[in-house]
Nanobody, 118 residues
């Protein structure tokens, strides 16, 4: 069964916006944080943003600060990434991640392609 379902990727022009979503199955218990990673061709996977599940504390990579906003809806077990002022260097496959502590596990989505090009 698919436990993390991502959506929202696509093609957008530089300066445009896109919203990604990731819905976690209720079969994933005790989530303490979720986050977004991305990987561009020929590059290492990098952490984009994270959000804690209880307090909503956020972290952003320097490259996306001021442009991306991570959020979550605990009732829906869903996380979002609002991406504004997109740049060509944002082009990558974006992956959703959910982390649990008891037991310690990481879950990954299938990835969604974001392409920023004129």
């Amino acid at each position: 069964q698919v436990q993390l379902v991502e959506s929202g990727g696509g093609l957008v022009q530089p300066g445009g916006s896109l919203r990604l979503s990731c819905a976690a199955s209720r079969s994933i218990t005790n989530i303490y944080a979720m986050g977004w990673f991305r990987q561009a061709p020929g590059k290492q996977r990098e952490l984009v943003a994270t959000i804690s599940w209880s307090g909503g504390s956020t972290y952003y990579a320097d490259s996306v600060k001021g442009r991306f906003t991570i959020s979550r809806d605990n009732a829906k077990n869903t996380m979002y990434l609002q991406m504004n002022s997109l740049k060509p260097e944002d082009t990558a496959v974006y992956y959703c991640n959910a982390a649990t502590a008891t037991p310690p596990r990481n879950y990954w989505g299938q990835g969604t392609q974001v392409t920023v090009s004129a």
